[in-house]
């Protein structure tokens, strides 16, 4: 038996010196929130800067991990970057300057694209720009094998000569060229990389069965704002016509959703009212329909402000995930810890990816009733969940347990926070704004003994 085999689960995350969060559940929520820029936008528009020939200036970026990494991969292929955190009122926010004037390398490292995933989106852009791409293939990941077929096969049909060889795909095309491409699969990362790849090439590209995602629409606007000609973008036909050059811009990325979607989630579970801003009530559709059908109250206070509220009763519901404007897979372990605690049976089924119900044997920790019988979860109602030692097994299953945790009677461990903090800006910072009882602890910083913070 190996050292960490033998090491009792909970007590893992300590013996490895990685930080853990302490949660002193029960606590009421009240106030206000920020809600930050979208990660799955700011991610993919930072790849977009390959595009222009001169400087793009984005604001309102999250300060987060993947951000930092994905700044790392562009200036692999010698893009300068300039990171700025003091520029914009949203705290923690950053305005990012990405001058791709030049681009002196062609193949991103291995090493920084295996931890970020959202990275082989540069494949599009960076061939359209140079002629050449060479990115390692991500690999799969905690909630699937996430092929990337689709994103090869329509650079192909654009007229790109492209083959994979140990491990790297190699892409190349003097120019590209207008395809009509039909995606098997309306994959986000799909449309984006052959939008992008689209913009600079030769005639018009169409996009059947496109991916209509709130951060399509953002590329998209982005993209025209540096001079693209995109129309179409938010429905499943997108129509680009190519342009031979594109110029700089100025940009602001939109509310982060899926942030906006765990603050929601946050105040659901904790019976509280608290208030949500800025974000897009239009993007949260499904997820609102979900809580109101659960019995919570959310109200539009104005067009950027959101308001949740307890409900008497909260009862079970069934939800399937789908592509957008269906319900969105990021929601899904969120929406688990609450039904957790919603009177009588939930049925979830996890259409998008195979294998994302990571979250469920930690929610059973802590006191859930759940069985899962392929991509189904049966979740029957229990009357109160208790704190637990529990680990994130990926980014929105952290960001559950956390949620779960907020609800739980007594304290919660939950370790893995290199997955949480790779989606979300100063949660813990966040969540004691809105009152919860909350602590991040590095193991070897002191005493693991921590004291819970007194309710205020
Ligand atoms: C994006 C989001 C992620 C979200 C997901 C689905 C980013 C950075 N990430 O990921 O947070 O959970 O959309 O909303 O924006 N597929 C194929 N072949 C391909 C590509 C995808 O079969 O070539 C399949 C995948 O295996 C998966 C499904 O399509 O089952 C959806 O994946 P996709 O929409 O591509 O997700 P991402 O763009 O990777």
Redesign the pocket.
């Known amino acids: 038996m190996t050292l960490s085999q033998s090491i009792p689960k909970d007590t893992a995350s300590l013996v490895e010196d990685k930080p853990v969060l302490h949660i002193w559940g029960r606590s009421p929520l009240k106030g206000h929130v920020s809600i930050s820029g979208a990660k799955?936008s700011a991610?993919?528009l930072m790849t977009g800067a390959l595009l222009a020939s001169d400087a793009c200036i984005l604001r309102n970026v999250p300060a987060l991990a993947d951000i930092g990494s994905m700044g790392q991969i562009l200036s692999a292929l010698g893009v300068k970057i300039n990171f700025d955190s003091n520029t914009d009122a949203t705290a923690g926010a950053k305005t990012l300057t990405i001058d791709a004037s030049t681009i002196t390398q062609t193949e991103a490292p291995y090493e920084l694209v295996s931890q970020l995933?959202?990275s082989f989106f540069a494949l599009g852009p960076l061939l359209a720009r140079t002629g050449v791409a060479k990115m390692p293939l991500p690999g799969g990941c905690a909630i699937?094998?996430?092929?990337?077929?689709?994103?090869v096969r329509g650079l192909q049909q654009m007229g790109a000569d492209v083959y994979i060889e140990h491990g790297v795909v190699h892409a190349y095309a003097k120019r590209l060229k207008g395809a009509r491409i039909y995606l098997d699969?309306p994959?986000?990362?799909?449309t984006e990389t052959l939008m992008m790849a689209a913009a600079l090439a030769e005639g018009e590209t169409i996009l059947e069965n496109a991916?209509q995602?709130p951060?399509v629409i953002d590329l998209a606007n982005f993209c025209n704002a540096m001079g693209a000609k995109i129309q179409g973008a938010g429905t499943n036909s997108i129509v680009i016509e190519g342009v031979p050059r594109l110029h700089g811009v100025d940009y602001n990325i939109i509310p982060d959703r899926i942030e906006a979607g765990t603050f929601l989630m946050a105040g659901a579970i904790t019976q509280s009212e608290i208030t949500l801003s800025p974000v897009v009530p239009e993007h949260l559709t499904a997820v609102i329909a979900k809580l109101k059908d659960i019995g919570v109250r959310v109200v539009q206070e104005d067009h950027q402000t959101l308001r949740v509220m307890p409900g008497a009763v909260l009862r079970g519901t069934d939800i399937e995930t789908l592509?957008y404007p269906g319900f969105?897979?990021?929601m899904q372990a969120l929406f688990m810890a609450l039904l957790t605690l919603c009177e009588g049976n939930s049925v979830i089924t996890e259409t998008?990816?195979?294998n994302r119900l990571g979250h469920v044997p930690e929610l059973i920790r802590m006191g859930a009733d759940i069985r899962v019988k392929g991509n189904h979860a049966v979740i029957c109602g229990v009357p109160f969940l208790s704190g637990a030692p529990v680990s994130g097994t990926d980014l929105r299953a952290s960001a559950a347990l956390v949620v779960a945790a907020l609800a739980a009677e007594g304290q919660s461990t939950i370790s893995g926070l290199q997955y949480l903090d790779r989606g979300y800006e100063n949660i813990e910072a966040k969540l004691r704004g809105l009152g919860a009882r909350i602590e991040r602890v590095q193991p070897n910083s002191g005493s693991m003994l921590v004291e819970a913070p007194s309710l205020v």
């Open positions: 799955n991610l993919v995933r959202a699937g094998a996430r092929p990337v077929a689709l994103h699969y994959s986000v990362g799909a991916a995602e951060e592509p969105p897979t990021d998008v990816f195979e």
